[in-house]
């Protein structure tokens, strides 16, 4: 359940809530105000994300990527770039940190995951910044990864325990060009960093990928096999991955799990297993109802998000900082 806290004086640490929603009670009402007193009280917040897994700061001095970039940058994580990701979604870069939320069309859900979980690559931090909330939807869902870890080992166990034993592979269709009409339009070139085909094989070959031509200059590749469970620091295990999103949001994939999702000795994922972990996710996430000039911090080992669609003549403005700890 969300726990509202003014400030910071009455922070419990308490893994069963979920997000926490730190409010400015005034006293913050400049930037630079709001970098002074993250400054001064970063010892608690990262505690506190540590339990919960999600923090809204609501009602600070936030207003654009500018003003994003400089309160983010005092929480003192090291930038993880867009640029160096494997990442397979389209994004526009503002400043050097800040970029937008995946460019898919408003009417195109994106389903819950880790950011990045399908690559060797990935930050532990991902914030989330309203500039412009939608007129109606464009929800972040947001839902803890030990809770759906935790519920599935208790439906599941037998295929829970195999999924954290051998892990997940996946296999990705990255296009020539890049297509901001898809959740997952990103070149091959921009998706690999590269600039022709002999330079993509090799890092595909660096990454233990196997991959395989399309007539059109498509890329089909796929991940050697990646934890899809983790055990975090005290014990804490964690559905990590983004099994989900690929399932439930990547072209013809609902219909035959096996073109995107295999487990990692290369045998099937039933579609039985895939529709439990999505009926426990559902049951566990909360839709973040964004406000202008609110900024999310997301552990993301600890919780997975995702964005619902939207309508309405107002653009929806979400920007992101990725961090590593």
Not at 35 to 59: D, H, M, S, V, Y
Not at 95 to 109: H, I, L, M, R, Y
């Amino acid at each position: 359940m969300p726990y509202t806290s003014n400030m910071l004086s009455d922070l419990e640490y308490n893994q069963q809530h979920f997000p926490t929603v730190i409010k400015n009670d005034g006293s913050v009402q400049t930037l630079a105000q709001a970098e002074q007193w993250l400054a001064k009280n970063l010892t608690p917040i990262k505690k506190e994300l540590g339990c919960t897994g999600a923090i809204l700061f609501r009602g600070f001095p936030v207003c654009d990527a500018k003003s994003y970039d400089a309160f983010f940058s005092a929480f003192g994580y090291d930038n993880f770039t867009y640029k160096e990701s494997l990442s397979n979604a389209v994004r526009i870069n503002h400043t050097e940190k800040v970029f937008t939320a995946n460019e898919a069309p408003k009417d195109v859900e994106i389903f819950i995951h880790n950011e990045m979980a399908q690559t060797p690559f990935y930050p532990s931090i991902i914030s989330l910044f309203c500039e412009s909330a939608a007129d109606k939807g464009g929800e972040t869902v947001i839902c803890r990864s030990d809770t759906i870890y935790d519920e599935l080992v208790k439906a599941e166990p037998e295929l829970t325990n195999k999924l954290e034993s051998v892990g997940i592979k996946y296999t990705t269709l990255m296009p020539c060009d890049d297509d901001p009409e898809t959740g997952q339009g990103r070149s091959w070139k921009g998706t690999l960093s590269v600039g022709s085909a002999e330079e993509a094989e090799e890092k595909l070959r660096s990454l233990h990928y196997t991959w395989q031509w399309k007539d059109n200059d498509a890329l089909v590749a796929q991940t050697a096999a990646l934890p899809a469970i983790r055990t975090l620091q005290g014990g804490r295990k964690v559905f990590f991955n983004q099994i989900i999103a690929a399932y439930l949001g990547w072209q013809g994939v609902k219909e035959n799990p096996a073109t995107a999702l295999c487990f990692g000795d290369d045998s099937e994922l039933s579609k039985t297993f895939l529709d439990t972990m999505v009926s426990i996710a559902k049951s566990v996430s909360y839709n973040l109802e964004w406000q202008d000039g609110d900024v999310a911090v997301v552990h993301n080992h600890l919780a997975m998000h995702g964005r619902l669609p939207y309508s309405g003549e107002r653009k929806r403005k979400v920007l992101v900082v990725l961090g590593r700890e």
